[in-house]
Structures are given as C-alpha cells and as structure tokens.
C-alpha cells in the first residue's frame, strides 16, 4: 500500500513538473515571440509621389517612427533625437535610413512632411497614403493612433493620440529591435552603433 501511494505521489510529482515546464517553455515562447508580432510591412507614398515599401531599402538598417507633423512635443522630440543618433553615427549612418510615417495623412501632405522632416534631418524621409494605407502599416507596427477633437471644437483643429517610439528594421527587413520613447540619445546611438558593427549577418536578433 505504502510503495503504491509513494509511487502515485512521484507520478504526481512528475506531472506537476512536466506541467511547469511545459508553463515556462510557452512564457519563454511569448516572451521571445513579441518580436514577430510586429509585421514591418509597409506601403505608402515618398516624398516625390512614389510607392515606398520595406523592400525598396533592402541592404540597409530602417529606422522608423510614427507621427504628424502638427504633434507639439513626442514627435519633435523623437525626429530630433533620431536626427542626433544619425549625426553621432558619422559615415556609419549611411547605412541607416531614417523613416517618419505620418498618422495624420488628411493634413500631412507629401510637401507638408518634406518640410517638416527636412527641419530636423534632411536624410529623414516623411511618409505618407492613404488613410488606408497608413492603417494598415500601423497596424503592422502595432501602432494604434487615434483622431482627438476636443467637444464643441472645431473638428479641423485635432489631435493625433498615437503610440511612440522608434522601430529598427535590419538589411534584410525584419524587424530587429524597439526604442522605447525617453530612450536616451546616447543609448539608442550606442544600441544601434553595436548592431551596426555586427553586420548584416548577424544583427543580434534572437
């Protein structure tokens, strides 16, 4: 009776561990599986009218945000610090390209983020679409964004509620790596600089 119940018990021992690890395996697979959750896909319209998609910088490093133009602090703050990453990068900036797609494509028109990026970088490229478009490249990007008008307010002066940060894309498309917004510059240069140096073989990504 006694070897019987003790071999129940470490059955049930073995159970329960087999059952933890099989826990800890699936929180290791979510947690490493938030990368590819994000879908760097993208089309939408570059500054001369062209389509502009992810495949159309292949070889290079992609390193992108979301915004508008009308934004009165994050999106300033974020162009402004991916214009000193690129400018501390030196010549290996080269083989980055900076990307500002727009979450307001009713009044960022493709003159509109020419200006505006050209202020701050004029290696950043603004882009734009469709509402369409600009949907479902957020989407992509789990980016979610939306139109605040303030009540009794005139519906043309809003503002844009969006998600911010900057995304890192690797030569090959994928996407490598999220810099939280408040990421210090000399973080996300060093970050960036350290990925660089790897090379398109290998970009760190897990």
């Known amino acids: ?32 599986g938030e990368a590819t959750a994000i879908n760097p896909r993208y089309l939408l319209v570059g500054p001369g009218g062209q389509a502009v998609t992810n495949e159309d910088f292949r070889g290079r490093f992609q390193l992108i945000s979301f ?10 703050t974020t162009l402004s610090e991916m214009a000193e990453v690129l400018r501390r990068l030196g010549e290996t900036a080269g083989q980055v ?9 009713e009044r960022d028109t493709r003159q509109v983020l020419q200006t505006y990026t050209a202020f701050f970088d004029p290696r950043i490229i603004g882009l734009t679409g469709s509402p369409a478009l600009v949907s479902r490249a957020a989407q992509n990007f789990k980016v979610r964004y939306a139109k605040v ?7 043309r002066h809003y503002a ?4 911010a940060g900057m995304f890192l894309l690797g030569p090959d498309g994928q ?21 660089l140096r790897q090379g398109p073989g290998d970009t760190g990504k897990p």
């Open 1 to 32: 009776m006694l070897c019987w119940l003790g071999r129940l018990c470490l059955c049930a021992g073995l159970l329960l561990a087999t059952m933890a690890g099989a826990e800890e395996k699936v929180a290791h697979r979510l947690l490493s």
């Open 67 to 76: 915004g508008y133009t009308f934004c009165p602090d994050i999106c300033p």
């Open 97 to 105: 390209q900076a990307l500002f797609i727009s979450v307001d494509p």
């Open 149 to 155: 008008v303030q009540p009794g307010g005139d519906p």
């Open 160 to 163: 844009v509620d969006h998600a």
């Open 175 to 195: 996407f490598l790596k999220k810099f939280a917004y408040g990421t210090d510059v000399q973080t996300l240069t060093e970050a960036i600089a350290g990925i």
